[in-house]
Structure formats: C-alpha cells, structure tokens
C-alpha cells in the first residue's frame, strides 16, 4: 500500500536518539495506529509497549530479534515483527524509512 486515506495524523513527532530517529502517528477509523518514521545511520536499542511490525519502505538495516544473538538483514521492501514488552537492537546502515504498526498482545495475523 503506497497511501493512506480516511486518517487523523499527530501533528507532534516522536522523536528518539537525539533526532536520529523520528516519527509521526497515524490514527485510523478503526482505531488502530500506525506510526512512519525515517532513522539516521546509527545504532539503536528499542524496547516495546504493543506488539509490532515494522516495514521497512526504503533504506537499509541490520536488526537482532529478541530471543536471538544473530543479525538479520533488512531492506526496502521487507518487514519484521517484534513481540510486545520486549527489546530489540538495529544497525541502521542507510537513511530508513519505515511504516510501524500495533498490535494488541496476541500480536499480527499471519499473512
């Protein structure tokens, strides 16, 4: 999905690791959000609240997943979940764009 209709956007950014990472969210009629976001090359440690899935829509990373000691990489086009109350580690290696969706604690639905 390349736009979104029908949503309210959050005029304040998020913004993490000194501007290195930013964000604005999007509210949808249904009540879900979604945030988008760019990252700086950087390393950076996250930890989440909600379950997530982050698409990545362009750009380049390496992320580590909770539960594991290797590194997967991550490009335009990909997208990776991440289980709530959790942490996770990512080697942003070129400006990254990104769409993060929410999820209640069961998580996303399989595709």
């Known amino acids: 999905m390349d736009?979104?209709?029908?949503?309210?956007?959050?005029?304040a950014a998020n913004v993490y690791f000194d501007g290195k990472v930013t964000s604005r969210a999007l509210e949808f009629a249904d009540g879900s959000v979604k945030t988008l976001g760019i990252m700086?090359?950087?390393e950076y440690d996250f930890g989440t609240e909600k379950?997530?899935?982050?698409?990545?829509?362009?750009g380049l990373l390496q992320v580590r997943l909770p539960g594991s000691d290797?590194?997967?990489?991550?490009?335009?086009?990909?997208?990776f979940d991440i289980p709530a109350l959790s942490r996770f580690q990512m080697k942003v290696e070129?400006?990254?764009?990104?769409?993060?969706?929410y999820f209640d604690?069961?998580?996303p639905s399989p595709d």
């Open 3 to 11: 736009k979104f209709t029908g949503v309210n956007v959050i005029k």
């Open 40 to 42: 700086l090359p950087g």
């Open 51 to 58: 379950a997530e899935r982050m698409e990545i829509t362009d």
């Open 70 to 79: 290797d590194w997967r990489e991550i490009k335009g086009g990909d997208s």
């Open 94 to 101: 070129q400006v990254t764009d990104y769409v993060c969706s």
């Open 105 to 107: 604690e069961s998580g």
